[in-house]
């Protein structure tokens, strides 16, 4: 067997506790029987309590899984470990969730017979499927997000373990909601007419087939996100491939939902290429600003890096780029492809160099906050400085009536037309100019100054 | 066994590592020493692989800890300053853990849970919960999950802190039987006294750099280093302590000398009668117990 999922099946699986979760749920289902109140039956109960065992509780304990042990100061000894990144994921995943798996197989149990009854065989194998996934993905996402704050060497307060698990809730949450919208018997929350297909790509599936299918893929890149996180942990090296494999197929996942951009008013006169393109592009972008808020500014990988290109070392180079250069990268590839795409239309191709030309100011702007930044907080500036960028300033020149001023902030149509994209990227020169003068040693910054 | 070259090591504000070499012998037993904040921790996690190096190189057993991280841990026992254990879990399944964690065959684990128990004496409490012992024994069952799995290369930062005088005799003597076993031993810790027993070559760190720029033998097992005092002062002391056999004189005067010479008893014994039938008054004659700081203060030039 695993040993981490071993281990963790020694202090989580504890008969007593055993004992405790079979009492409490037993007594819940039977009030519930007996009562009709709150709940129509056991088979109600049996779902809410299932969210709150595997999906809140669970993802509480699959991010401390990895800040515990931070905290506790036994993840050096596991990195020392001969266990692979995988071996050591699931057995974190599954092993520190075993308890609330436990119970939640009993919920899910009730649940089935439930469904079964009421709905058919087939309903409750669907639903089924519904409830594990929802734990996986919840779970799963926790302890990606616990992994990547372990990478950032700020893993170890109460407060970062809430945060984990809100992510993993959040992720539940946009999977139940996902799910509601294709829920022949409607959602829960939001009681509202399902949808029985999705157009993907121009051509219509079955929502559930569709959205079945989608759940599965996102919890296996959960996955595949947490196995790469732990290999870090773990000193191995990670290579690109896993991360422009998701590149590419988050691209064209995305991309395939153009027909929800047709009704757009200002986006009406775009064909589907153009419409593709933009989407790809604006996901490739958002994830960008993700990631760099993700990841760790590490000044000494940067110094790395700079010297790595420098020395026309690029294949170790490359191989380092972290995930929001990679997805920087990608925006202004499929950036420039639809400038080429869009021909004969300068105002639209001013708007897409004046987006592309921002995108990269703000990453820089992001590590130059962060160099700044004496220890940690560096994103809190960052933040700042984004707002005041985005928000405050063009706030203060709107109210000066200097409306012009304002495509120095943000991407708008100029006149002359190609005002806003020089602006935009003068900006990104400049900034990252200052980002870059920013990595370099105090030491060595002292050494350069003349005496 | 363990090869550093112009290691550096970077912080995001300051260099913690400024091009360290060095290289550590199979077998031995080397202490790194040096003041707080002087990089031995930052050391011992690069040796370790825990740390990438910002540029140099860390080689252990021919393997780079940059090319080969993983391969490196499977080789490695190292037990950090600040050290954690599974409260919750008795002796025996924090042992059998890290045994099988650390690769060893389901088969073997038992020998190896009951073998490492055996060697920092707690096989008496194996079935007792690590959050149950005291702060010597969470000590010994640290150390025990350090080497259950036999590693080529054994890394111990501060090892003895907490445990009693009686068990920093055991953990010499363990050191020692497990240096005789071949393994490498790196032992970092700020009480030269407690080193003293088991190191034979010491490293000094201090702000990054190595003084003297490599490691210095400071005690040679198989030769010890021996203070004879003699009562009434002769000149000739050098001379005829150089003409015996097997007696290398490291420094004497009229009165003292410092020499290195074979551990072998009856060796020993057959000098002392040499020195008396020479005339010489021998009112003293045992092993040195300060070589360790002695060669620490001459380095760092202190003392």
Redesign the interface.
Known sequence: MN??F??NL??ELTPRRMFAMVVALALIFFAAALTGGLVSGPGEAAGWLYYLIVVVWGSRNAALSVVG?IR???W????????GADTMTWGKLFGATSFNWFGGAICLAVILIDLMGNRGVAVALIELVYYLAIGVIAQAAALLASLIAAGRRHAHSQFGVFLYQAVGLAAAIIVYIIWATADPAGSILARRAPADFIVWWGLAFDARAFLLLSLAAFAAWTLAGCVRQMRLE???RNGQYVWLGFLAFIGVYVAGFDAWLSGWQSLMHLDAVARRLLLAGTTYGALAYIMVFLEPK???HY??LGSAFAKFQFGPALGELQGWMTATLAALGVGIALLVWLGQTPQDEAMVGAMLGFLCRDMAVVVLANMLA?RRGGDFIALVMLFALYVLLPAIVKGMNYETALVFFFPRAGDPLWLSPLLAWSEAVLATALAVGSLA???DKAAAAPA | MIEVRDLVY??????ALKGVSLHVAPATITALVGPNGAGKTTLLRCL???E?P?SGSVTIGGLDTKQA??AI??R?G?L?D?????D??SVR?ALT??A????IAAALVAAAVEKAAGRVGLTDRLEARAGELSRGLRQRLAIA?AIVHEPAVLMLDEPAAGLDPQARRDLSQLLLTLKDGGMTLIISSHILAELEDYCSEMIIIEDGLIVGGRAIKVRDVERPRYMLEIATARSDLREFLSARAGVDVIEADGYHALLTHTKNALARAKLIRDLLAAGFEVSSFGESTKTLEDAYFKQVGKG
């Open positions: 040993p981490e071993q281990r020694w202090l042990e506790d100061r036994t050096d000894g596991q990195r020392l470990s001969s266990l773990l000193k191995m590490d000044r000494v110094r790395w004496r040693l105090p030491e | 970077e912080y995001p504000s300051a260099r370790a692989a825990l990438p910002y991280p993983r841990h499977a490695l190292y950090p600040f050290y954690g254990l599974y919750a879990l399944r853990y890290t099988r964690s650390r690769g999950q």
